[in-house]
């Protein structure tokens, strides 16, 4: 009974077709945030932004067209007012919006009493 089941989700696994290749790619833009950036850069590795506001005015616009991560680098990040997050801050159009640290990273958010 049980050979009969592997050979039938076998079956079944042969008759999937790769997607064709013209099938679309979400596209994924990254934003990168470092405590020593700069809001006037681009938010890329190289010219990182420096604070979680600007990241996130910068993700709201691009999750209208495509998925969006956001990459903290590790340091201390300091914020003079409460940081909020709504519903815009999670992506639109079927595009989504993550936070997330850069691999090996530890950042820290720190302050925003309101």
Do not use: C, F
């Not at 989700?9 to 990254?30: D, G, K, Q």
């Not at 709504?86 to 302050?111: I, K, Y």
Request: proline share 6%.
């Amino acid at each position: 009974m049980a050979l009969a089941a592997l050979a039938a989700a076998a079956t079944a696994l042969t008759a999937l077709t790769p997607a064709p290749a013209n099938a679309s790619v979400a596209r994924v833009a990254t934003i990168v945030v470092a405590p020593e950036g700069s809001d006037r850069n681009q938010g890329t590795a190289d010219h990182p932004l420096a604070t979680l506001a600007r990241a996130q005015r910068l993700a709201r616009g691009l999750s209208d067209t495509s998925d969006v991560v956001v990459e903290l680098s590790g340091g201390t990040y300091r914020l003079t007012q409460p940081w909020k997050l709504s519903s815009a801050d999670s992506g639109r159009n079927g595009h989504t919006v993550t936070w997330r640290a850069q691999p090996g990273e530890a950042p820290v958010v720190s302050g925003g009493r309101g």
